[in-house]
């Protein structure tokens, strides 16, 4: 068993406490079926339920009696639990039957027309950049967050640059200037273009990395293009080895 005290307030003497229970026979690994006692007001009332729960499993149980997983409430009066709802059997139980509506069965036949017209799920697409892409786990987890990230990431790509480069400058600049503006990458004053323009300046070694990242700078506080900043800054390298 175990206490989920979800409303404390002790300097006004108030207490409300949910305690969950299930029992299992000696030499057995897995526990039974879990009930939930709720709003429990006192410690004597915690331990006078549990009490009651643990010998009421017990005794179904050797009965061999089914149980279901409900909610509960303690009867003080009384002295014993009494139901206030049934829980559906799923392991995280969160749903409940609706009384006003009616089963809705959907046929395989309509399943599989909407399978075939799904995107990639976000484990597909995590997937996906690790093994066709080369990305490590951080960096396909992370561009893969939301559906927002996942578009700009695969726009930026659209333009012909190599993925990591991509997945560097959007995972470490582009979302860390975004995060201390306070903003979404839907509101990035860098279209994905702007992205792929400057790593296809350092590829072609026009600018360095660092020259990169200033004009990144620049272009992100001031929304400006990357190829007019770097045309108009004259920050471009030379490689030619005879100049």
Request: aromatic residues 8%.
């Amino acid at each position: 068993s175990w206490l989920d005290v979800s409303n404390c307030d002790m300097e006004k003497g108030e207490l409300r406490v949910d305690v969950n229970v299930s029992v299992r026979p000696k030499g057995q690994e897995k526990f039974g079926t879990r009930m939930e006692i709720k709003n429990l007001n006192s410690f004597k009332a915690v331990k006078d339920a549990l009490t009651y729960e643990i010998n009421r499993q017990i005794a179904a149980v050797k009965a061999e009696q089914p149980l279901h997983q409900q909610t509960m409430l303690w009867d003080e009066v009384k002295g014993e639990t009494k139901v206030m709802r049934s829980k559906e059997t799923a392991q995280e139980y969160r749903y409940f039957p609706e009384p006003d509506l009616k089963p809705l069965i959907i046929s395989e036949e309509e399943i599989e027309k909407v399978r075939k017209t799904m995107p990639m799920l976000p484990s597909q697409k995590r997937e996906y950049f690790e093994k066709e892409l080369g990305l490590g786990s951080y960096d396909a987890t992370l561009l893969t967050k939301s559906r927002q990230i996942t578009e700009y990431f695969e726009k930026v790509l659209s333009f012909n640059v190599p993925a990591k480069q991509a997945s560097n400058w959007i995972g470490t600049d582009l979302l860390g200037a975004l995060n201390a503006a306070g903003k979404e990458i839907e509101d990035s004053p860098l279209a994905p273009k702007e992205i792929a323009d400057l790593i296809k300046f350092i590829q072609e070694g026009k600018i360095s990395i660092k020259m990169g990242r200033e004009i990144f700078t620049k272009a992100f506080n001031e929304n400006k293009k990357i190829a007019d900043l770097v045309k108009s800054l004259g920050q471009t390298q030379i490689n030619d080895e005879a100049q």
